[in-house]
């Protein structure tokens, strides 16, 4: 949806703030001809985790007039002031931008994705209207708004701007949704899972319990491809909305490489690591401290960051994160005695609440609060089984 580093760089800034000049200045006085087309443009997923969900925009185009303008609602400066801060707090600001088509085209082309474009069924005063909507939109002092991932980004900002201008002409009744039980954790595995597994591991344990409830009709919505789909059904003074439907470029089929260092992977081979250096530490009757300061600071420090998006943040989709129970913050201090040749007594009992905590993460998981990353089982055997041996050190 987002393009991140390409389109938000200093170079495209630099590049259209004289052509964003000239076209505010003058766009007040443009009237659109009978043959003007406005569209919903759709871009197909990226290879990057950036642009794994998609794109999208609206496309006003009068040959006319020579206007042929792409209206970009998923734009961000990182020139902005505390850009990371704002970005990890939810506070960055996101851009309306408009620019020639063109440009946008070959942008896309350039990176073998997609574009599929659903010209907008209007008539002369609707088109008008929608167009007087976006341009008044585009001005320096409206162009900002709050992005939120699931419910205000480039594609839910189609829907919305359409609903805002046809009001109760237009009908977006979603019936693509059906019968479906989707959350938004699912619709987000559907495309991230396969090409981007460590991608989707952090997704997980950044968000919380509150995106695994079944997705509503509007949930759908913040996936380019489904907003595709429900402009195809929608009815517009009970006609089709789209009138005409075209694959502006079809993307060209390319053999995907196949990735071996997954996290199930990866974790389950340090598991063995682990499992095996304390089997070792019972049959010596010692404890290498090392490998117990590194799983206490790891999981404490996780465990900080969880709090920090849940409490700290504007982000809806952080909250009620229960990957807490395994990412025990307070263990980030606790890691610190760990070095100590002698451990005081309490870290046995200490050590069996945090083995109670992880029975407590697995009820939550079977019961489907909350639905944790697979890669994470081999995790809770290695930090259970570590436990247990340091609950019953002598």
């Not at 938000?8 to 505010?24: E, G, H, M, Q």
Request: hydrophobic residues 45%.
């Amino acid at each position: 949806m987002i393009k991140y580093k390409r389109q938000f760089s200093k170079l495209f800034w630099l590049s259209f703030t004289i052509f964003l000049l000239c076209f505010s200045a003058n766009s007040q006085e443009i009237t659109l001809s009978d043959d003007a087309e406005i569209s919903a443009i759709i871009v197909d997923p990226g290879k990057n985790l950036s642009d794994t969900f998609g794109h999208s925009a609206f496309r006003v185009k009068d040959k006319n007039i020579g206007i042929d303008q792409v209206y970009n609602y998923g734009m961000y400066n990182f020139d902005t002031p505390n850009f990371y801060s704002k970005f990890a707090q939810g506070k960055l600001p996101y851009y309306l931008a408009s620019y020639p088509f063109p440009l946008f085209y070959r942008n896309y082309v350039n990176e073998n994705r997609g574009i599929r474009e659903q010209v907008l069924n209007l008539n002369n005063t609707e088109k008008q209207q929608l167009y007087k909507f976006l341009l008044n939109n585009d001005k320096p002092e409206n162009r900002a708004y709050l992005y939120d991932f699931f419910y205000d980004n480039c594609s839910t900002k189609l829907i919305d701007v359409c609903k805002t201008v046809l009001k109760d002409n237009v009908s977006f009744q979603n019936k693509f949704t059906k019968g479906k039980s989707e959350t938004l954790r699912s619709l987000i595995h559907k495309y991230s899972a396969k090409n981007h597994p460590w991608g989707t591991f952090g997704i997980d344990l950044a968000l919380g319990s509150v995106i695994d409830k079944k997705a509503n009709t509007k949930d759908y919505l913040f996936l380019p491809d489904n907003v595709f789909k429900a402009f195809a059904e929608s009815k517009h003074n009970n006609e089709p909305l789209v009138k005409e439907t075209k694959t502006i470029f079809k993307a060209k089929k390319k053999d995907k490489k196949p990735i071996f260092f997954t996290p199930w992977l990866v974790f389950s081979l340090i598991t063995l690591l682990i499992i095996a250096i304390t089997i070792i530490n019972i049959k010596n009757k010692n404890r290498l401290k090392l490998l117990d300061f590194l799983l206490f600071f790891i999981t404490g420090l996780v465990g900080f960051l969880i709090l920090f998006l849940w409490f700290a943040t504007d982000h809806t989709a952080t909250a009620k994160n229960y990957n807490i129970l395994w990412a025990f913050a307070p263990n980030l201090i606790i890691s610190f005695w760990m070095l100590k040749k002698e451990l005081p007594n309490w870290v046995k009992k200490y050590s069996l609440l945090l083995l109670l905590l992880i029975f407590l993460m697995v009820v939550l998981w079977v019961l489907g609060v909350q639905m944790f990353p697979m890669a994470l089982i081999p995790v809770l055997l290695a930090l259970s089984f570590r436990y247990w041996f340091l609950a019953n050190i002598n």
